[in-house]
């Protein structure tokens, strides 16, 4: 498992890079990469300006693990374990500072262990926080409601897809098998995203 962790971390480096070098000063954005842990834990990669932003905290989100699928979804993070702990996921973790997701799907010459010079192409979609939670609010789950459910559904013990066809536009998911984390998401639809996203790219 420490192999995929270390994998995990070099590729978003890699990732990083590629933002860096072929993305942020190719749409004419001013990014400041942030280093240090802390502030990352805080839920910050970079200060960007752009536009009408100014100065805006961004997590970078990646689907790394699906390079070339192009799926039509996202998976936003509610709770995994940590030692035995459970521990709250970034999207409602109110120490969490992000105002901005940059949701990115990567197209590239192999499928793993990436470097930046193997992207080919990436889409990304520049989505307000608020936005996401107000649309699930909407939808009967403020942040409060999403606790719940991800510990109603790690009581229950139930892998996988969750209430898929219950919701329009969204569902859960527990991969309680195979990570050792055992994450439970909510997983949105990508053209849902679009419809609240602020910007999109393809680059």
């Not at 942020?24 to 802390?38: C, L």
């Amino acid at each position: 498992m420490n192999n995929y962790r270390n994998r995990d971390s070099e590729v978003e480096h890699q990732i990083s890079l590629y933002l860096d070098e072929n993305f942020y000063n190719k749409i004419g954005a001013t990014a400041i990469r942030h280093y240090d842990k802390d502030t990352q834990l805080k839920g910050t990669d970079v200060t960007l300006s752009f536009k009408d932003l100014i100065n805006v905290s961004v997590d970078e989100k990646a689907l790394s693990h699906y390079i070339n699928k192009n799926i039509p979804t996202f998976a936003f993070e509610l709770s995994f374990l940590n030692k035995g702990d459970v521990i709250e996921g970034w999207l409602t973790d109110e120490s969490k500072v992000t105002e901005y997701y940059l949701l990115i799907w990567i197209q590239a010459n192999k499928e793993w262990d990436i470097t930046k010079d193997d992207i080919t192409q990436i889409e990304a979609y520049l989505i307000p926080r608020k936005n996401i939670l107000e649309y699930l609010k909407e939808r009967g789950f403020d942040s409060n409601q999403l606790r719940n459910k991800a510990t109603e559904i790690r009581t229950k013990c139930e892998d996988g897809a969750i209430e898929k066809n219950q919701h329009d536009g969204f569902y859960f998911y527990f991969t309680k098998e195979r990570l050792v984390e055992k994450p439970i998401n909510v997983i949105i639809k990508k053209s849902v995203l679009l419809s609240l996203s602020k910007y999109r790219f393809i680059n």
